[in-house]
């Protein structure tokens, strides 16, 4: 801690301890000190009562009669001085409003400084008055500890003691050694409060919680917010200057319209306040839903409740100090949410702080994580392969609605209309007639925001609104227009940004610090020249320095940075309206060359980053995101035609950044197209960058993967040490798994075997790496399987599981591994029983089947647990269905489903397609048992959810269909539903409208 924080911190703990600190008198002579513990009790030493019942207690508001209830010990004892441990408890009969000092629960160590706060009368003035002393604990002197280096005057008896390290009270001060000198005195340790008045000790603690003054003083807590998270957003906001009012732009990004409570705040809350050690959320929405805004107010709210809450910055980065920083948070006891915006972008750091904290945190600790992301995957997918399950037992995933639930879209229109019309000093103007059913058009809570905000712009110009146009396209006009204005404004008269031309320019520019993030000063100025130079170098020179100012004006950032354009997709557009035209963007693929070079760091690391941030922000503006991304657009071939100019200028740093960027999107396809040309003419050595930063699990980059993996792989190292097998072998696997995804069934059946007989190989010759053997069979039994080689499979799948099977006996309870090896038996278990039905060995199936749950069951619950869970269940119920166990199915299927619905209900993107599929099979399974009631309660809320899915889908719609079938015969035959039968008739009939079933 800096010397001027713990200035401050020492400055508020003793402005805090003489609002409770007090004269306790006894007569007119005799007097203490007291301090206050509670509203109405107070605790001093016994001597200063002694003899007395009753007392007056002089307070900060004035004097109070007190009843001495109780003191330790009754007696004083027979030495000259009162016996341990000398305390007196005190009731007020008029309560202070307060809770008191925050009593420690330990005694300071030798050494550690300690202040007495009491009353004496060896002050310049005279009576009673409030004094202070600094001692240093020496050590223990008997039951009491002995204090030195300062003069206690009597008076003091009873004050309480500050121990300055933890800001708590320690104790009390029992008497001076010697008052004519600086001998310092005893101390009665905070322990013998405990111990004597425990009562009052525990509900001391129970009041003093963060978020009550002492408590934050204490542990610092301002101090760590601001070390974790900075300035609050809306104090950045408001320290940024420039400007006097915000630009359209920032009217809708930086908290102008109020928080509109909706009812995912209270869930989030909810999640924050329950108990568990520490729990990761992944809310994800399409940009516009107010993901940000929902996680500042959570923030905002924690922090009110005493919590450490807040996001880490992009141009901030989690470091070790930082980790330390919030192990010692979490340490002292303070609850901390912790935000990463852009999450796909960030794994690394995720990891790195859920493994500090692992590692170095306490015991327990009351840590949340929540990140925001535009959709689920591959976010989700890559946290699994690098977050062990055990850290995430509770994690959830889940989708944050577009619009507000509670507040319709024409009312929260209105409402913004009424907020923008006041920002803007024109609240005279009146709503147009159409704004609210325009409103209701708009699927997300940006785009009313952005609908009103244009209304007011508009009709405040005393312009006609129209009634159609994309509201964001329209407030990027805005946006446009107010810094044209500027530039026209304050930069020379005749410069080469004026005119219609010159306007197209200075959008280019504008674009630059949104692109590249993060320059400072002379930096930005000095890109703002290249990029100038590289994609005009006809026009006139343009004086940066004063392109730069303007840009500070109107978006500042600290430290001399300027902001780029929010909310994001005000920027995407600004990137789609730049790159397809070409006054805006001169040479686009010079123009984007020279961003992309903008970081001159010296590490390549840091170059690779910056460039994948500026390709992200590029990827987004081009398609690449989830739901609601633009897939079509007269940009884009403009975007990918730069993109492409600018790889092939330097494919060594930006296809391994391209690989970056795909690994974090959903639909990367665009950006994997444009890589293929490059990466199939790419030397060694770039060809191994990028595939060190392919995804390990199903991606957009797949297509990708198999070419930089199969140029890697041929041909075959001829020189064996174990190292280049090895991860020749985990290649192989990889290029098989990429291969079966991109529909290369024969390609990926011929690398699984080839990574067989290399892993058997080496296993025979190192006797290690069986269980990568074991993977590689198993992984080949599937690709056989699904080959129509069902023999084959079964005999590579039984060899799988027996390699497996000793492996797991060789790992005890808690040995390092044995989760893995629990999960991966249980797959591979699982998978051998759906072979053994396919070629009719039902009871066999059966068996491997419930073995496979048995050790699902053992393994600790976590992501990959329920998934192989719920495969493994749903194989047993139907072995047990094919065997005649009826009863067992029934019970078995019925598992599966609530697990599912569980899942579907913390993840819907993932699962919501299984869910009616896993109740068909289910009500099946009953009709079998003889359950038909059941049975067609089940079926029908399948036919209802796969009425909801999308219909392309051939099975869900053969499924539907079935289902269909079914309930038209089963309402006639179970009691109480013949009145249901028209309606599956129906829409049975919408299925096959020609009158005959599906072929």
Known sequence: MGSDQETERRRELIRLIGEQVVVVRTSDTGFGSGFLVAEDTVLTCAHVVHGHTRAQVLTPGGAIAADVVATAPEDRGSGPVYAYPDLACLRLQSPVPGIGVWLGDETPPPGDEVAVHGFSRHTLEPGEQPDTLHLVVAGRSGQFVRLQWDTVFQGFSGGPVLDLRTGRVCGLLKASRDERSPQGGWLVPVQAVRDHFPDLAADNDRAHVPGTPW???????????????????????????????????????????????????????????????????????????????????????????????????????????????????????????????????????????????????????????????????????????????????????????????????????????????????????????????????????????????????????????????????????HELRGWHTLVATDMPAGAALAGPHGERVSDGLLLVPTLAQGLAGPALTKLLRQVHKAAFPDRPQVDMTGVHARLRELYPAPDGRVAPLEPDRIGEILVRRVLSTPESSGKAGAYLSRILKASTSGDPAVRLLAAADTLEILARARGCTAVGRIEHHPA?????????????????????????????????????????????????????????????????????????????????????????????????????????????????????????????????????????????????????????????????????????????????????????????????????????????????????????????????????????LLDCLEVLAECRQRTGLLDGAVRTGGQAVALLRDLTERQPERYVGRLPTALYRHARGLIRAGSDREAYLVLREAAILLGGLPGTDPVHRATRLSALRMLTALSTEVAGFSHEQRRWQTALESLTPTGHDDP
């Open 215 to 477: 408590c934050d003083a204490a542990l610092g807590r301002a101090r760590r917010q601001s070390a974790l998270f900075g300035a609050s957003r809306s104090a950045r906001r408001s320290a940024r200057g420039g400007a006097a009012r915000s630009t359209p732009a920032q009217m809708l990004s930086q908290g102008v319209m109020p928080f509109v409570p909706r009812p995912e705040l209270a869930e989030l809350l909810a999640w924050c306040e329950a108990d568990a050690e520490h729990r990761l959320r992944l809310l994800h929405a399409p940009g516009g839903a107010g993901k940000t805004r929902l996680a500042a107010e959570v923030c905002r709210t924690l922090t009110e409740q005493g919590w450490v809450a807040g996001f880490v910055e992009k141009d901030a980065p989690v470091r070790r100090e930082w980790l330390e920083e919030l192990a010692d948070a979490l340490d002292v006891g303070l609850r901390a949410l912790v935000v990463f915006d852009y999450a796909q972008a960030r794994i690394e750091e995720i990891v790195a702080l859920l493994d500090h904290v692992d590692r170095h945190g306490p015991e327990r600790i009351h840590l949340r994580l929540l990140l925001l992301a535009r959709s689920d995957e591959p976010l989700f997918e890559a946290l699994r392969s690098r977050v062990d399950d055990p850290v995430l037992p509770e994690t959830s995933v889940v989708a944050l609605p577009r619009t507000i639930a509670t507040e319709g879209n024409a009312a929260l229109a209105r409402r913004a209309f009424a907020v923008f019309a006041d920002r803007l000093d024109c609240g005279w103007l009146c709503p147009p007639g159409n704004l609210e059913a325009r409103a209701d058009w708009q699927d997300s809570l940006l785009d009313v925001l952005a609908l009103a905000l244009d209304a007011v712009l508009t009709l405040s110009h005393g312009q006609t609104w129209p009634d159609r146009g994309d509201p964001l396209e329209r407030v990027c006009d």
């Open 636 to 868: 884009h071939a403009a975007l990918d035609d730069a993109l492409r100019k600018a790889i092939g200028k330097r494919p060594a740093v930006l296809l391994p950044a391209l690989t970056v960027t795909g690994a974090r999107l959903p639909h990367a396809e665009p950006l994997a197209a444009l890589a293929l040309p490059f990466l199939t003419d790419a030397g060694r050595e770039l060809l191994e960058t990028v595939d060190a930063l392919l995804p390990d699990h199903p991606s957009s980059l797949s297509g990708l993967a198999t070419v930089v993996l199969g140029r890697l792989l041929e041909p075959a190292d001829a020189e064996f040490t174990e190292d280049r097998q090895l991860l020749r072998l985990r290649r192989l696997v990889r290029y098989s798994l990429r291969s079966e995804e991109t529909g290369r069934r024969d390609t990926a059946l011929a690398a699984a075997r080839e990574a067989v007989d290399l892993s058997r190989d080496l296993f025979q010759r190192t006797e290690r790496h069986l269980a990568e053997h074991a993977a590689a069979l198993n992984n080949l039994s599937l690709f056989l399987n699904r080959s129509g080689a069902t023999a084959s499979a079964l005999a590579e799948g039984r060899s799988a599981v027996t390699l497996y099977e000793q492996l797991l006996a060789g790992a005890p309870p808690g040995a390092d591994g044995r989760q893995l090896l629990l999960l991966n038996t249980a797959a591979a278990l699982s998978t051998l029983a759906l072979l053994r039905l396919t070629d009719g060995q039902v009871h066999a199936a059966t068996e491997e089947a419930h073995r496979s749950v048995v050790l699902c069951l053992e393994a600790q619950p976590g992501v990959r647990q329920e998934d192989i």
